[in-house]
């Protein structure tokens, strides 16, 4: 029922009440999510893929580079879900770091992982698209399909329109994404953008370059906040 009842929010017009009820539904999730993350501190976000099982080679690749990432002081924070997903999360865990998961309702493939040590649920994707670059001080990007790409190029449109800064975003995976690049200059030859927007992305297969390029970029250049003190009044608390 609930699956149907977010079908029908894309359905057009509805009653008064009905869309009453839906902002307060999409109010509610958005202050869970910022209530449950505010104090985790600056996250890198890693997208791929949840088709990908522990035998191949993306998921080792995922569960590195999330260790490194971890090492360099960042939470991670993923989809929540298996595959590429599970193995970030569970290289975050192996380096002691801090690992976050935003699952989202589906009727297929999006159980929370057992990786996570924080643990979001929402219904609406935009809410939980919302959650994955909020706290996000960049991107890294694993070979993935409909849903990685859309999360992709959401966080590149973004920052090409400065709606966040420029963090990075690293792409890995050369072979899968050559295609990508050749659309992505092929933009640049039609001038539907920039050759500078080139700029905002790195693809590699190197995890220590992927890991070099955050340091440089993130790190070094926009500097770890410190985590925001909890207000026991309210209820909150540290991951």
């Not at 202050?31 to 088709?51: D, N």
């Not at 924080?118 to 935009?126: D, G, N, P, Q």
């Not at 995976?173 to 790195?202: H, P």
């Amino acid at each position: 029922m609930k699956h149907v009842a977010r079908k029908k929010l894309l359905e057009g017009p509805r009653s008064r009440r009905h869309e009453l009820l839906t902002v307060l539904r999409v109010m509610h999730e958005m202050v869970y999510g910022f209530r449950k993350l505010h104090f985790v501190g600056p996250c890198i976000t890693i997208f791929g893929s949840a088709r990908v099982n522990e035998n191949d080679p993306e998921y080792q690749l995922a569960r590195t580079v999330a260790g490194e990432v971890s090492n360099l002081g960042f939470a991670v924070m993923t989809g929540g879900g298996p595959g590429i997903m599970e193995a970030a999360n569970r290289g975050a865990q192996e380096a002691e770091g801090l690992s976050i998961g935003c699952n989202v309702v589906l009727p297929h493939e999006q159980d929370p992982n057992r990786y996570l040590d924080l643990s979001l649920r929402f219904r609406y994707f935009f809410v939980r698209k919302l959650m994955l670059v909020k706290y996000s001080y960049g991107f890294v990007v694993l070979p993935g399909g409909f849903g990685t790409l859309d999360e992709l190029f959401e966080a590149l449109t973004l920052i090409q329109t400065g709606k966040i800064k420029d963090f990075p975003v690293v792409i890995l995976g050369t072979e899968y994404w050559k295609n990508l690049e050749s659309q992505v200059d092929a933009m640049v030859i039609k001038k539907f953008i920039d050759e500078s927007d080139k700029n905002y992305i790195l693809v590699t297969d190197n995890c220590q370059e992927a890991i070099n390029h955050i340091q440089q970029c993130s790190l070094r250049k926009f500097q770890l906040h410190r985590r925001m003190r909890p207000v026991k009044l309210l209820g909150e608390k540290r991951p």
